[in-house]
């Protein structure tokens, strides 16, 4: 893993699609907070925790994970928070009844 460009003293975001075991996700993180990044914060749309993955997580230099709730999770660590998707959802659910543009929900976002 290579990092490109300079981190020292900037916030760090990771963006993925999803992430199951954590170990890409965790070597990431390290590797941002060894070049200087202050804060290291990562956006996954679908959080699949395998095996020990939660665990990796909280021990990690991440300091804030943001997942969807397209998962159902029991028990996270504190550094990760859930973000409901249930509102666009709906939205998308009803244009599609109504026969209405899905792509104006997003193009208010």
Known sequence: MELV???KGKIALI???MTDTCGT???AANL???NGATKVLAVITHGIFSGDALAKVADSNIDRLYISNTIEHKKLPK???VVSMADIFAQ???RVHE???ISEVFANK
Do not use: A, P
Request: hydrophobic share 40%; glycine share 10%.
């Open 5 to 7: 460009g300079d981190v």
């Open 15 to 17: 963006v993925d699609d």
């Open 25 to 27: 996700l965790v070597k």
């Open 32 to 34: 941002l907070k060894e």
């Open 79 to 81: 550094n990760i928070k």
């Open 92 to 94: 998308i659910i009803k």
């Open 99 to 101: 026969g209405k543009s």
